[in-house]
């Protein structure tokens, strides 16, 4: 099975950027369609952005477009979450993950494979 790991996590100030990375090891040919999502507290986990293996095409939640972007580069076996005009909501634990098969990338419960998370801390 493939393996996730996110990094890039933080405190940000409201405004701010970061970006995350999901580095990607194991069986990379069953890691075509990646995609990110994140658990708010006390929340349940929503979808954020997706990503296919040749990246032309990406998904986002409609909270996040215009100020997230969404990309891999798949020599590296990486997938990255950039993030900008970070606001107060966007404060989560934030999950690459990927499935098998078919599925509709926009939803979490397509997923059958989730990294352990990296902490997003928006101040306002």
């Known amino acids: 099975q493939v393996h996730l790991v996110e990094s890039g996590g933080g405190l940000v100030q409201a405004g701010g950027s970061l970006r995350l990375s999901c580095a990607i090891s194991?069986?990379?040919?069953?890691?075509?369609?990646m995609g990110w999502s994140r658990q708010p507290p006390g929340k349940e986990r929503e979808f954020v952005g997706g990503i296919n293996w040749s990246s032309t095409h990406t998904y986002y939640a409609e909270s996040v477009k215009g100020r997230f972007t969404i990309s891999r580069d798949n020599a590296k076996n990486l997938v990255y979450l950039q993030m900008n005009s970070l606001k107060p909501e966007d404060a989560a634990i934030y999950y690459c993950?990927?499935?098998?098969?078919?599925?509709?990338?926009?939803?979490?419960?397509?997923?059958?494979?989730w990294g352990q998370g990296t902490q997003v801390t928006v101040s306002s």
């Open positions: 993950g990927t499935f098998s098969g078919w599925g509709n990338i926009n939803s979490v419960a397509t997923y059958d494979n």
């Open positions: 194991g069986p990379t040919s069953s890691s075509g369609r």
